[in-house]
């Protein structure tokens, strides 16, 4: 039982405490490992950690990471109480007042008619921080801007006079149904934007039937997640591999424990993307917090971090995958079903068919990661017109952009199994949790089937490449820099 | 002969009347009924619902809908008094307040140079609701912006020293003459804009020699609007298939009877496009009224309609059209030449040739169903270059997106014999009434004719394929998103 | 000797007398065959009529086009001194005091870089009728500024390590010296920008060494300009021939006897183009005028003129000449040499070789004519990627949308032998008069010597078809709608 | 020594004195040599013209230009310090406050992200004449956006599954060794931006591994720049050829003595570009001091400057280089290697192999001399596709618009060894001097390590051409005109 005296003692590199939910850790010798880095640690050294530590871990990193040894006990009622009150005390920053008056003119649910109404919702709720993490892309924003804009160069030729009174538009993914050919893509850390996190989009995508990837970097323990859906909801997990392959294998391992029911294995992220507006996005708030003009006193402040919260969740990533190496590696470890996560070019499709993968997933990250690869719907394209056969040997999907029924119908065409989105899950459980999640996947459903009747389609497997048109001219797009 | 008092005894869903121009009904056994659904009429029940009824059903449609014993009689004297006083004392709304003002601003006629010129008038008088069905579209307005922005792609290569002081645009449709090659297309609900509704279009075509085509949605009924012109002047009629060929068959038979010349089968709406701008409108409205900022109490307001007006429409329509059954069919019922109204790619005009109809339309709805269906002048482009032979066994139209006289050349140099216009014709009448129709197709007419002369052409005969060039660089375009 | 009073009673369409330059005239029977019609004459009807006469007539227009019996004789002296201080008290518009000011604020001539600086200035000191009769073209201005955005598609392979320190530009046109492959394109009513007129270019064209096209539409007297330079400094002739063979006869025989060098046919506004922006204008000076915001009372207005100022200069033009009739007529008539300006496409150019013309000029008339003609340097590019035989039989010009010398030079590499500029010499001369016109020559000299260099061309044949490309994508292009 | 008395009476072009760093010079001779003309000179006839005179030469410029027996020696000991008064008690000019207050708000330099962050800032720090020189570009400025924009057409096929743990980014140029394959290119007058010049380039190269490309123009001394740094770094020079061969092989001798490495032989800047915003800078400074609207009283200003500062450094240049003779010249010359600087076609990098020189710099002068030279990357395409062997015969570089690590990747897979930027360290020494030369080769070695790991790529020689795509639509750009 500490007293904050007591931890305040212990509030420099070589000797550091830390408070997390009224239990005290003693992080010196983790401070070196830390994949973000020491610095944010000792900013809270010897003082109480929680508020910066809870969105960003799933509650057994602790557990995970820090010898039990170092777990040094709890505080004491008076110092549990005197955290609490700092707490309840604390003045709002001038962001956290902006969030509050945005959630009182949070639009009523039914209000929100597409995905893009609902991400403007979300822009306007989550806090800078979390908006900065979730929209950032690399460099200049053009992948990520191109990912939407490439779906408008294709067009619809639309057949009429078929009968589409009934129109089906539910499919299987790796053998489990889905209610319409889209999931949720891993994405990270959805406590940023929601305090009941992930689970949000698992109950969502119970609800409405479709399958979530839940990513190696979620805020919340992977039991947790799937805990959260009965056992019937089929999970995948996307698997960011651990440099070191026992470590790599002990996470494995887990999930094929907990059930869940695909590996996503993650080849588009080994190292961070370049994410200025993420990394920049605490001195902005500290900008608005001091007010402006500010005059800057030189060197004033000390060398930044160039590589944000993306950096620190890959930071012992494993950079020397090979097809050789890790495809087998993986496929000895587990039964599940293997898909490749990352795919960016015709070459590299055909060697996943040739390592006998069961699926890959055409993706640039959602543009995170290098600018300039080229969008997914026109890697599907040209693997469509080089490649056909490849859609023999495994499925086929794409992520990244996608924000309206049509968008996936022409995937769909083109040959792709099914579409992912990341992003719009989180806007949406950002935005109104659990229900926001089961809107959106209302929205796409009712635009799907709406498109499939216009396009003359009743069914998934009426949907053919050439019922779509790439254009030779440059469309009007919704997809704004 | 009813009281105010004993009407509103009957304001429940099991209990319902209204009142409709000094009228009551009993439409508790409707309600389910109701293409627009049962929400909307529950807003009146017990009271007048005459201001919200009458611009958008022809005055036929309780008499068609609604049993006879359901109509129950008029109001008494004071009641029908007191109905009239209460609309005279309404306090108008900001939008109302709006449009009486715009209405004070509106240019004389004189100054309108082009149907842009018109359209700006009419987007100023019209209340939100109408200007809101009037121009919304499908999605995110991709569509409905580049049907327009692809005449721009086209360019002339006009031909100099031809005598063409004498030059005549008129054609024929059908066998019908027509003093330019335009048509009025079919297009619902025009009292939404004008309290003179479709017979404005009518009697303005009348005067200037074109066709008019009269949507099955539209806002008088088919006999009010050909009633509206002398027995010479020709109309089409679009004919919007309900699901019981029972009472589409009687929809035929009536329009055959009244003296319709045409048949125009629309096979490109039989589910209503997803038009968010129309559906969002009430809102917009709304949140004008009230002020803002606003702060939303979750969960106050009931769940929406996401279908709109145009939802409403079309509710009953036939959705398991075919070329095998819906044709012959037709081709059975009666003797007028039949158009296919809706036609999207090439394939499908070449089906159309062999069903043997008269002639095709190719549209995509004003780009108000499928976003990124192929702009018509598009498809007609490809028709001509993949199957030129397809336009000596029909006649081919377009429309969509056509505002100059330019637009209609280049369409008739790759071998339509006539162009449709459908919101150009809406907001002529809604700004002018029957003299805006009159003045939009004189400035077709001047500007058709400037052309043809700019062209070398004398004739319509004398525009040819090869006097257009559809250009490989992205030209600048009056059309905006 | 008349009266003020005396004239007064004429002031009807039936009886209708007008004070030019202090001189009466009786024009009732004139009224009808006006070009720009009888309503703008009757507006003045009974009065003095000399500022709306004067910039748009050249002074011999009385002459020609009224019997001297209607030329009735001077104003007493009293009422001439009435006009002169009526005129001098009058009240001034706000137009006319915004010019003023503008004036003022005119930036010293040797400020002014390029043909833009050089615009912005002209548009500034323009009265709104001038600036919108020299700035107006065809519908929405797209063809006028695609003019200009074509050059932008041909980008350069400069040429290095060629001697370049003596560069010439001088070349001949139909034998004539320029000193730069540049000459000023006919272009009409130069009085309206600056009370010297077109003799500010003849001036400025002979002070540089080029050569002018006067237009038949000048608002001086063919006679009155050439008399401006001296006899050894060529001028071009650009006909607009006469419907009647005999009147048109009677002006070329005019132009030959004043010792004008050759005529330019012109075939590209045989009608008025639809240029909007030139009939509005009154409208535009009359709002500013009343302020704003304006009721307007419907009906109150007249119908307008829907051709504006260039309807009315070409209203009796010939619109059925042919190359069997027309051409030979020419030729039979002068032995000056031939040229057909406004040449749009492939085809006429070829028929203008057989044709045995002696040189084309590609010509859209400034995008003023007919909306989607293609943008000259374009059909250049075609030509000689198509027929470069023409290019051997006569010479080849272009104008439209040139603003700088490498527009030239792009031109010049694509085998044409010079290059028209209309707009950018009456925006100089409206500026700064004759020295306005000199200052862009010299800008141009300056641009095209330097550009030569750049490229590694010593004089004009250097430049090849092979220095050009006309690249793939969309680029920049300072041309804005 | 001289009194300001004395020297005052010598104010006129034909007895001219100026006096520079407290020394007093006889220029009356010299006026007509100076390459930038008279004028600016005699603005300080009589007077002290160092402030002007500094930062746009050399120290050693006297000295080199003009006799020792012009240098007249110094002013007396009181005129020095009233010199000093004056220009310390001078009023400061309202860009000279505005740059004050800039560099108060200059951020910290780690906030300084990106190659953009860097020019932002810079640009604000800048005086508007430095500002306008360094960003000035021909004409429009549409070629110098065009070579970014460029970049922006080549989109990646990266690869996965590859080791890239170790990545090296390192290469040779010429032989020598380099961090990152980039150099800094040739920029003239770096005293314009911060008092240290060049040298601050030079130190940051040091510090960082890269090489440093000396222009002839730089604004120090040869011999100063070189001493800046230990004799193990290496430089290159930039040899801008004096028309004079004896005056243009006394600068190759001088640099060859003083240790540069290799000489880059300008031929793309032998005239002058049209630079306008360089041209009218002095007058934005000084309607800026003056005070918006002015009134100008024609003809008051005198004759301007059309070349600005570009002009007056090339004035004496050779203008008449040939591959025949001025490679032979050079060869015999030196035994330096010889690069060309200024290739801006695929035919001259063949005549250049040809000629045997050893590297050629793609570049049209960062779009400052001729508009619409072809973007140095799709010059290198155009290599890399029609002729392949000449990357066998020579070292290719380019340089223009380069400002990403990824534009630097995109280069080097299609063939070129490395990539030049001028603009850009010409901006980071302006904002922070050698510390910001550092700051950015820092950056760009971040994102080039970080692009090859997303390509796949673990050394320079794993980059390759089918590792780009160059797209046929018209992707975003950073780049805005």
Request: glycine fraction near 6%; charged fraction near 25%; hydrophobic fraction near 40%.
């Amino acid at each position: 039982m500490w007293s904050l005296d007591q931890v305040a003692l212990h509030n420099k590199p070589t000797d550091c405490w830390v408070i997390i939910k009224n239990n005290v850790y003693d992080v010196t010798e983790f401070l070196q490992e830390h994949p973000g880095g020491s610095r944010i640690i000792l900013k809270y050294a010897g003082r109480d950690a929680t508020t910066a530590y809870e969105p960003i871990h799933p509650p057994d990193a602790l557990e995970k990471n820090l010898p039990s040894s170092k777990h040094l006990g709890p505080l004491s009622s008076s110092a549990a109480q005197s955290v609490a009150h700092d707490q309840h005390n604390r003045k709002k920053t001038k962001d956290e007042l902006r969030v509050e008056q945005a959630l009182l003119q949070r639009p009523p649910l039914n209000r929100i008619m597409s995905l893009s109404d609902m991400e403007d919702v979300a822009r306007k709720v989550l806090s800078h921080k979390a908006e900065a993490y979730y929209s950032s892309a690399a460099d200049d924003h053009i992948t990520v801007t191109e990912n939407a804009r490439a779906f408008s160069r294709f067009f619809f030729h639309p057949r009429v006079m078929r009968p589409v009174a009934k129109c089906d538009a539910s499919t299987t993914i790796l053998g489990f149904k889905a209610s319409i050919p889209v999931f949720a893509s891993g994405a990270a850390l959805a406590k940023l934007g929601h305090p009941l996190g992930e689970a949000n989009i698992s109950r969502g995508a119970k609800t409405t039937g479709i399958i979530q990837m839940v990513s190696s970097n979620a805020s919340m323990s992977y039991e947790e997640i799937i805990r959260a859906v009965p056992p019937s909801q089929p999970l995948f997990f996307q698997l960011y591999k651990h440099a070191n392959d026992a470590e790599a294998e002990k996470r494995v391992r887990e999930v094929e424990r907990l059930g869940y029911k695909a590996i996503f294995l993650t080849v588009d992220a080994v190292v961070p993307g370049n994410r200025e507006k993420d990394v920049k996005s605490p001195w902005v708030v500290e900008d608005l917090e001091r007010g402006y003009p500010k005059v800057y006193v030189e060197g004033a402040e000390e060398e930044g971090d160039v590589w944000g919260t993306a950096g620190a969740l890959i930071a012992h990533d494993d950079r020397d995958m090979t097809w050789e190496k890790t495809v087998p590696w993986l496929r000895r470890l587990t039964k599940l079903p293997i898909a490749i996560k990352g795919i960016q070019c015709v070459e590299d499709a055909v060697l996943a068919a040739e390592a006998g993968v069961d699926a890959i997933l055409l993706s640039n990250h959602g543009g995170r990661q290098l600018e300039y690869s080229l969008p997914p719907i026109e890697v599907l394209y040209r693997l469509r017109k080089q490649r056909p056969d490849v859609f023999d040997k495994l499925e086929v999907y794409i992520d990244g952009g996608v924000k309206r029924g049509t968008d996936v119908l022409k995937a769909l065409c083109l040959g792709a199994r099914a579409v992912g989105l990341g992003r719009p899950f989180l806007y949406a459980q950002s935005a109104y949790g659990e229900a926001g999640v089961v809107k959106i996947v209302q929205i796409l459903e009712r635009e799907i089937i709406s498109g499939m009747r216009g396009l003359g389609a009743a069914s998934i497997k009426d949907l053919k490449p050439e019922m779509v048109e790439r254009v030779d001219w440059e469309p009007l797009s919704r997809a704004k820099l």
